[in-house]
């Protein structure tokens, strides 16, 4: 959706929402679900309808059986209630505590925000990154940026622009003790563990000289060593996060050709993404884009098919892949935003947290999900 025709879809939607007397917040809702759906019309994955949500703060609601549709539960520790995250609302930023006010352009359609230890992070759809603190005040931290990544502290950061890429520590709203290097790879970060940063080029579907499948490759960046001179892997589709105390990277591999879909969970060596150990018999799919794991590194969660019935399937990670604890789920709409290790997920457009061990538990209130701002952190 280019600048011209969101005006125009957006001075639409404003019209109709006046006339049915609707709060004009709405308008921004149904234009970024618009283009998140087409964003996965575009890659592949599995279409929905778009459809707009009413955006309010997840306070001060009940959860409830997923069948009974009555029995309320109490929050767990890290959440508010039910859920702690911060609800991008047009300018407004919602938590728990209350709500700042911030430009529109940092929080606007194409805009992404994370939240970090003491405030979140914004890049623009103008390629602006900023910090913004929890008063609500903005500090410009670069420009020409083209991807970011928070690493598992909230106090680290990786980011990408044309011919380079950096890490640096977040400290009072600035980036400090910076690490640039220069790289003509196109690749961006994808996950932290200790030190080194993994990074991902990406795959295309029908790319190269013969008009095939190209994988995603995936390469380790030692900063204290020196700049990114990257060892690219081979059959790896996926690379989710550290795991085991950081002693492993948990991560998709492709089982067979490129031409399989059959997928494997595996534990990864950190320094040079070998893998260590896999298990191939949990159904999932090497090209899924579901796959996410926890900011603890204790759940991970994806999608398998099971004798042709394909569902969700949270796993509880340990170093014994043949052994995983897991809770089934229905298929969402959409991958989970985690709240700790609580899954946030919609399913039919309902919002319903996700726990191992437990049923789905719906939010009857609920804010639309791609409002939600990712924590990849656990909160203290």
């Given at each position: 959706?280019?600048?011209?025709?969101?005006?125009?879809?957006?001075?639409?939607?404003?019209?109709?929402?006046?006339?049915?007397?609707?709060?004009?917040?709405?308008?921004?809702?149904?234009?970024?679900?618009?283009?998140?759906?087409?964003?996965?019309?575009?890659?592949?994955?599995?279409?929905?309808?778009?459809?707009?949500?009413?955006?309010?703060?997840?306070?001060?609601?009940?959860?409830?059986?997923?069948?009974?549709?009555?029995?309320?539960?109490?929050?767990?520790?890290?959440?508010?209630?039910?859920?702690?995250?911060?609800?991008?609302?047009?300018?407004?930023?919602?938590?728990?505590?209350?709500?700042?006010?911030?430009?529109?352009?940092?929080?606007?359609?194409?805009?992404?925000?994370?939240?970090?230890?003491?405030?979140?992070?914004?890049?623009?759809?103008?390629?602006?990154?900023?910090?913004?603190?929890?008063?609500?005040?903005?500090?410009?931290?670069?420009?020409?940026?083209?991807?970011?990544?928070?690493?598992?502290?909230?106090?680290?950061?990786?980011?990408?622009?044309?011919?380079?890429?950096?890490?640096?520590?977040l400290r009072d709203g600035r980036v400090t003790g910076l690490?640039?290097?220069?790289?003509?790879?196109?690749?961006?970060?994808?996950?932290?563990?200790?030190?080194?940063?993994?990074?991902?080029?990406?795959?295309?579907?029908?790319?190269?000289?013969?008009?095939?499948?190209?994988?995603?490759?995936?390469?380790?960046?030692?900063?204290?060593?020196?700049?990114?001179?990257?060892?690219?892997?081979?059959?790896?589709?996926?690379?989710?996060?550290?795991?085991?105390?950081?002693?492993?990277?948990?991560?998709?591999?492709?089982?067979?050709?490129?031409?399989?879909?059959?997928?494997?969970?595996?534990?990864?060596?950190?320094?040079?993404?070998?893998?260590?150990?896999?298990?191939?018999?949990?159904?999932?799919?090497?090209?899924?884009?579901?796959?996410?794991?926890?900011?603890?590194?204790?759940?991970?969660?994806?999608?398998?098919?099971?004798?042709?019935?394909?569902?969700?399937?949270?796993?509880?990670?340990?170093?014994?892949?043949?052994?995983?604890?897991?809770?089934?789920?229905?298929?969402?709409?959409?991958?989970?935003?985690?709240?700790?290790?609580?899954?946030?997920?919609?399913?039919?457009?309902?919002?319903?947290?996700?726990?191992?061990?437990?049923?789905?538990?719906?939010?009857?209130?609920?804010?639309?999900?791609?409002?939600?701002?990712?924590?990849?952190?656990?909160?203290?």
């Amino acid at each position: 959706m280019n600048d011209r025709t969101e005006e125009l879809v957006r001075a639409m939607l404003e019209t109709r929402s006046v006339e049915a007397g609707e709060r004009s917040l709405d308008v921004d809702a149904l234009v970024r679900r618009g283009e998140w759906v087409r964003r996965r019309r575009q890659l592949g994955a599995i279409t929905t309808t778009a459809v707009a949500a009413v955006v309010v703060i997840l306070t001060a609601t009940l959860l409830v059986k997923w069948n009974t549709g009555t029995e309320a539960i109490r929050p767990v520790k890290g959440h508010g209630a039910p859920v702690d995250l911060t609800v991008v609302d047009g300018e407004q930023l919602r938590t728990k505590d209350g709500e700042v006010t911030v430009p529109m352009d940092l929080t606007a359609l194409g805009a992404r925000v994370t939240e970090v230890r003491d405030g979140w992070m914004s890049l623009s759809r103008t390629s602006e990154l900023s910090f913004i603190n929890a008063s609500g005040a903005v500090t410009p931290i670069a420009d020409n940026i083209d991807s970011y990544l928070i690493d598992g502290t909230g106090t680290r950061i990786a980011f990408t622009r044309k011919g380079g890429l950096a890490v640096g520590v977040l400290r009072d709203g600035r980036v400090t003790g910076l690490v640039p290097t220069p790289s003509a790879h196109e690749a961006y970060p994808v996950a932290f563990v200790g030190e080194r940063v993994v990074m991902m080029q990406a795959g295309s579907c029908c790319g190269g000289d013969n008009q095939q499948y190209v994988e995603p490759r995936f390469a380790v960046w030692d900063p204290p060593a020196g700049g990114f001179t990257p060892r690219w892997t081979t059959g790896v589709t996926a690379v989710h996060g550290p795991v085991l105390d950081g002693t492993r990277l948990l991560a998709t591999v492709r089982q067979g050709s490129v031409n399989e879909d059959t997928g494997c969970l595996a534990l990864l060596r950190p320094s040079d993404l070998s893998v260590l150990a896999k298990q191939c018999d949990l159904g999932l799919s090497a090209a899924s884009t579901y796959g996410t794991l926890s900011p603890s590194g204790r759940y991970f969660f994806d999608l398998v098919v099971t004798s042709g019935r394909e569902y969700g399937v949270l796993m509880t990670i340990g170093a014994d892949l043949g052994n995983l604890t897991r809770t089934d789920f229905p298929t969402p709409d959409e991958p989970p935003t985690w709240d700790d290790d609580t899954a946030l997920a919609t399913v039919n457009r309902h919002l319903y947290l996700w726990r191992s061990g437990q049923e789905p538990e719906r939010i009857q209130r609920f804010a639309n999900q791609t409002d939600l701002a990712p924590r990849p952190f656990v909160r203290d």
